[in-house]
Every structure is written in C-alpha cells, then in structure tokens.
C-alpha cells in the first residue's frame, strides 16, 4: 500500500470550491484538494442528479486517498422568479416609457410581458421597485390591477426570454424551498453531504423549514442574498448552523455601497455567535478567463481573512472556468499571506467577541488565553458533534484546533470551520485517556513534537454533546 499523503493546511481560513464542467473528473479534483480547497461545493442550479451522484463518489474516493475528511456543500435553487416570453425572443426597454407585467401567457412585446407569479402582483404596491435580468433594469410600480402591474421603466435596455425578477421592497409570502429543491434536497440527505445552502431566506421560518426536513443529517447555511433576511438577520442566524454571505443576489438587491457593510456585518454577528460564516461570489471573477487575478480581487479576499471568516469561495472560477486550479493555488496563497503578517492578527484579536455566559464558552476562552501565555503548540479539541471545535475555533486562537471526533460526518462538517484540522479518532472515557490520545494525534499529524505542551478540551462525561466543561494542559513526554 503507498504511504499516506499527509494534507495540513498552513492557514486558518478554508477554502470551498464549485464544481462544474471544468472540475467533475478524478484528476482535477485531486489537484484542486491538494491545491487548498476543503469543501467542494455542488450547484444544483446547473446538472443533473447523475451528475451531482458521480461527483460525491469522486470526492468521497479523495477522501479514503488522502485519508482526509471533505466537506460538500449542496447548494439548492430555491424559488427562481422570471418574466416570460417575447414574440421575437428580445425587446427593447425605453427610459421613462411604461411596461406592463400581466397574468396572460401570450409572449410579450416591447409594452408588456408575462409575469407568472401572482405573489408578486398581490405583494406589490405604488411604488414598489422591480429589477429585471441581474439589476440591470429597474421598473417602479404606478399602478395595479387584479391581473397585472403598470410600471414605469427607470432604466431600461434589453430584455429577452426568462429573464429573472427581483423584488428587493417586499416579503413574499412564497417558501424558500421549492418542489425541486424538496427533490434536491432529499438526493442531497440521501447521498450523505454535509451542509446544505439555503436560497432565498427571507425569514426564519424558511431555515426552520429546512432544518426539520435535514433532521440534524447535514448543517444548514443559511445564504444571505435578500435584504429582507438583513431584516431578520438575528433570528435567522440563531437557527442556522452556518452562514453564506451570497454577494451575487445581495449585490443586486442593495445598492453597491451597501453591500461591503452588510457583509461585515454578518461575518462580525456570526463570528459573535460561533456560526461559520462564508465569504462568497466573484471573490476571483477574472480567473474564469485569466491566469491571474485583478489586484482588487486579491484584495477582496484578503478583507475576508482580515475580517475572520470562515471561508471563501469560488464558483464560476472553478466550476466553468479556464484555471480552476490556478484559482485556488492562488486563493490558497494570498491567504496564507495574509495570515502571516502581524497586522492579521491584530484585527482579529481586536474584533473578537466576549465569550457568551456559559461553562462552555468560558472554557473555550480559557484555552485560548492558555494557549496565548504558556505558548502552547495546539488545541486538541475532543468534539463528538462538533460544538466544542466550534467554541474553540469561535475565540481564534493562535494555535490551530485539532479536532477529534469518532464520528466522520462530524469531521467532515468541521472542513468548513476556521482553524480546525477534523481527525477521526475512537471515543475516550476519561480525563486520562483523553489526553494520551491527544498527545499521540498531535504528533502524528505534525502540530507538535516530544517536549511541547498542548492544552486539551473536552466535555466530562465523554460523549455527551454540547457539555464542553474540562480543561487540561499537557506537556508531551
């Protein structure tokens, strides 16, 4: 048998990459892992079931290779809004003309098209603002009708078939989860993926929802994309088991200025609560066509890393793009940069939260600051569901967080949380026992060496989740 390959991360902040046309074989996939990603991400927006199946099975045939645990994200669809047709497949929208969106199936014309979906027409009021085709047009609402909306055209240009709707003014009383994404998701459970993305949120009820069809089988991220989930942004992140700052839609429901606050934000809210957050869209845009990417882009994921999120991402980059492992070579490079220089760690030291006014959460600060005085080489974590990794990695400890789960699912889930190195490791019952195997796991995976010392965290008695009570400082004989 070859020697196992050993994959350590020289950096906290993980990476997810989408997989597509240009990455769903076994090679590229290997070189994408090995480049630095840690959780491929699947659309279902785009592919089908087949498809999506023969990816998990190449991810998982990764997994037993490199003996490391990957996160998949299943990203589901949610409820697309789109107009009609048009009897030539494209008008022409005119500046300070009007535009009617009607209930009639008939293709449209450069007057009128079909709008089907009547929770819009019921929902909208004088004055309500309507975006076409990504923002590009803006429509305002002068006057309604049973069967339809009289608009003004703001700014217009081309309009062509299916093009898709937003309505950044208004709640729509619509679910998150369509019929499809029921379908997607139950493939998604069934296939044993880790964490499902959430579309279109706009309340709590909607993650609600979801969380009780998955049943704990997989972590939900909830994707912030509406503002009306901005709204709501404290309820909805309470019952999210992770969170994705989803640029592409946000950034055409907000106004461009808005978008860099709201992202902060919720990366700060999460980082208080302990919720992975995920930083993502369009972070390295040019590198679907270009080798390399903009000076801006670098910077934007390196405000990210500054900021003390989670994750990054790319979509298009690594899933249609020409360079999909140049995009996370690069990805993975500007963040270990960052990361290496102090002023890093300043701004994360300086935005870290108090600790909540739990046993839990006092411990995980107390190994931290440990950790901090004594110079301590690692954290080893014991985690059977993954909160005390998560409590650890909530603090942003100097030292990387071994985590020790006996549960793969748990290891895999943990891909995606800052800081942590998961390792499946079998279950302790006891202080003593804990931290003999913490000491071996240390060194085996390369965080420290005979004569360091270590700091332990566990919860007492051993495999009750969520009792992080124990703390124990170790110097490896």
């Not at 081309?158 to 093009?163: A, E, G, T």
Request: net charge neutral; aromatic share 4%.
């Amino acid at each position: 048998m070859p020697p196992r390959i050993k994959i350590r991360r020289r950096r906290r902040t993980k990476i997810i990459a989408t997989l597509g046309p240009a990455s769903s074989t076994a090679e590229v996939l290997a070189r994408l892992f090995q480049g630095g990603a840690d959780v491929f991400r699947l659309n279902f927006s785009h592919g089908t079931h087949d498809d999506h199946a023969m990816r998990v099975r190449l991810i998982r045939e990764l997994e037993d290779r490199f003996e490391r645990p990957i996160g998949i994200l299943a990203d589901v669809q949610g409820p697309k809004l789109r107009v009609g047709t048009f009897g030539g497949g494209r008008v022409h929208l005119q500046t300070g003309k009007s535009f009617r969106l009607d209930l009639n199936a008939t293709p449209g014309d450069a007057t009128r098209v079909n709008l089907p979906h009547p929770e819009i027409i019921e929902a909208a009021g004088i004055g309500t603002t309507l975006l076409l085709d990504d923002g590009k047009l803006r429509l305002r609402v002068v006057r309604k009708r049973g069967d339809g909306l009289e608009t003004e055209v703001l700014v217009g240009g081309p309009l062509s078939d299916r093009k898709g709707v937003n309505v950044p003014d208004m709640v729509l009383p619509i679910p998150a989860l369509t019929a499809k994404d029921r379908a997607d998701l139950a493939f998604a459970l069934e296939h044993g993926i880790n964490y499902i993305g959430l579309s279109f949120v706009q309340r709590p009820e909607d993650v609600a929802e979801a969380k009780a069809i998955a049943a704990g089988r997989a972590w939900i991220m909830t994707k912030m994309e509406k503002p009306q989930a901005l709204d709501n942004l404290d309820p909805i992140l309470a019952l999210s088991d992770a969170v994705m700052v989803a640029r592409g839609d946000l950034g055409v429901e907000l106004p461009p200025e808005e978008v860099p606050l709201a992202q902060k934000r919720i990366v700060r809210a999460c980082r208080q609560l302990g919720r992975p957050v995920v930083v993502a869209t369009q972070m390295l845009e040019s590198m679907i066509t270009a080798p390399a990417p903009t000076r801006a882009e670098a910077s934007d994921v390196a405000t990210a890393v500054f900021d003390g999120a989670d994750a990054v991402m790319l979509s298009a980059e690594t899933a249609a793009g020409q360079y999909p492992y140049e995009a996370v070579n690069i990805m993975d490079r500007i963040i270990a940069r960052v990361e290496q220089d102090p002023g890093w760690r300043d701004m994360i030291e300086a935005s870290r939260g108090e600790p909540e006014h739990a046993t839990s959460d006092a411990i995980a600060a107390a190994a931290r600051q440990i950790c901090h005085t004594i110079g301590a080489r690692t954290i080893v974590a014991f985690t059977a569901s993954g909160s005390t990794a998560l409590r650890v990695a909530r603090e942003r400890p100097e030292a990387p967080v071994l985590g020790l789960t006996p549960t793969l699912e748990t290891a895999r889930r943990l891909a995606v949380v800052w800081g942590v190195h998961a390792v499946v490791a079998p279950e302790v019952h006891s202080m003593t026992d804990a931290v003999n195997k913490a000491g071996r796991a240390a060194i085996s995976e390369g965080f420290a060496v005979r004569g360091d010392d270590i700091v332990v965290a566990a919860g007492v008695p051993f495999g009750q989740s969520g009792s992080t009570n124990a703390l124990r400082v170790a110097k490896l004989g």
